[in-house]
């Protein structure tokens, strides 16, 4: 057919890694999240400071959602992928097993 072959078990473990992957930036997110006002993080001579890196972890919080976003989108094509894949083959698989069936007659 196309000259290259689909292992669909491989196929699924990259989706899964992926996901998994995925699924862990909204920890990641949380930690860098609201530090502001946290006098144990920063101190009470660290609040300046704080306030600007809570603009910076707003702006970095924004891009993870953004990945995540386009993270998930990829791992429901990566499924979609393995399905079709799936799915050809079994299509392929019955119209030989119907011309095999034409070919001789009727017999398996």
């Given amino acids: 057919m196309s000259g290259f072959n689909v292992d669909l078990h491989v196929l699924d473990v990259h989706r899964r890694e992926l996901q998994a992957l995925i699924s862990g930036l909204p920890d990641a997110k949380a930690s860098g999240a609201d530090n502001l006002w946290n006098?144990?993080?920063w101190g009470v001579a660290g609040q300046p400071f704080a306030a600007l890196m809570n603009n910076w972890t707003g702006d970095a919080s924004e891009y993870v959602d953004a990945v995540?976003?386009?993270?998930?989108v990829l791992v429901q094509r990566f499924a979609d992928m393995c399905k079709t894949y799936a799915d050809q083959e079994e299509s392929a698989a019955e119209m030989f097993r119907k011309l095999r069936e034409g070919l001789d007659g009727g017999q398996p």
């Fill in 68 to 72: 995540k976003e386009a993270g998930d």
């Fill in 39 to 41: 006098f144990e993080a």
